[in-house]
């Protein structure tokens, strides 16, 4: 709604932030309240204060805001606060108020993996000279305990990797995911692109502010490593479908793990690294960003 005293407060929800305007005759009075009398939200501060207005710029995580999740919507909530400055230590002339903000954005149909299953010729590694390994990359249920029925999930749901290597006859194996790579075309070279998994084993996407991204551990077996991922879409994007391409490779059981074969988390909690298995430096690399070059 275009500013004015009639609606002295407006709202554009964006891609990614929100925009809230307000007219400094907040009440239709006359009296013009000032800007240092507003903050967004945990007390984020105008970011232009023209003449007659005050507008603030945050990003949908910012300024504490928070997040529920219906079946239909992604709903952030903050609110707007005035708090009025005494102009005198004896009586006041104001009341501080509070007015409550929510962007919705809509959850059904925006994300769907339908080429998550391999579509490419499997990827092998060889063993001797007469015998390959299948390697397999699917999508699970919940609870692990099958393969999902459904390649469809909205912003808000986890994604459920299982990556797995056939070891049957040979010589025990441990399997590992040295990279993931989400793209809008089957070219995993493409632009755009968002690399989830990186460095060797890095899970680089649970370092951000709104994941909660991990390798599960324990494994259920040294030749499967199961993952999940929060669902994403790419912005601005309305084909609301990814392919995901994910580079698997596997060493022996016995070989301890090290900088070049790893399975590292980011937990927010403890703001550390920590391997599915393995001693807890060979995930120090991830923060550098740098784990060597692949044997």
């Not at 609606?7 to 907040?26: F, G």
């Not at 230590?89 to 059904?108: G, L, M, N």
């Not at 015998?131 to 459920?160: A, C, N, Y």
């Not at 016995?254 to 399975?263: G, N």
Request: with cysteine.
């Amino acid at each position: 709604r275009a500013v004015a005293p009639l609606h002295p407060v407006a709202v554009q929800c964006q891609e990614a932030q929100l925009v809230v305007t307000v007219h400094r005759d907040l009440f239709g009075t006359g009296r013009l309240v000032r800007a240092g009398e507003l903050s967004l939200g945990a007390s984020c501060l105008p970011w232009s204060t023209p003449e007659t207005t005050v507008t603030f710029v945050a990003g949908l995580h910012e300024c504490g805001s928070t997040l529920r999740v219906t079946p239909d919507s992604l709903i952030y909530t903050t609110s707007l606060k005035y708090s009025p400055a005494p102009a005198n230590p004896v009586i006041v002339r104001s009341s501080p108020a509070v007015v409550p903000i929510e962007c919705h954005y809509p959850r059904r149909s925006n994300v769907s993996s339908g080429a998550v299953k391999p579509t490419w010729v499997p990827l092998h590694s060889t063993l001797s000279s007469e015998e390959k390994l299948p390697f397999s990359l699917r999508l699970m249920s919940d609870d692990w305990s099958t393969e999902s029925s459904s390649s469809v999930f909205q912003l808000g749901d986890i994604l459920h990797f299982q990556a797995a290597v056939d070891a049957e006859n040979h010589v025990p194996l441990r399997l590992f995911v040295d990279s993931c790579v989400a793209t809008l075309t089957p070219d995993r070279t493409s632009s755009p692109q968002y690399t989830f998994i990186d460095f060797h084993g890095c899970l680089v996407d649970g370092q951000l502010d709104d994941a909660t991204s991990t390798f599960m551990s324990p494994r259920p077996r040294q030749d499967v490593l199961q993952f999940a991922v929060d669902a994403f879409k790419f912005a601005g994007d309305s084909s609301n479908l990814i392919y995901i391409t994910c580079h698997l490779k596997a060493s022996l059981a016995a070989q301890a793990p090290d900088p070049l074969h790893k399975a590292c988390s980011f937990s927010r909690a403890t703001n550390l690294w920590t391997p599915v298995e393995g001693s807890q430096d060979i995930c120090s690399c991830c923060e550098m960003r740098s784990c060597g070059l692949a044997r």
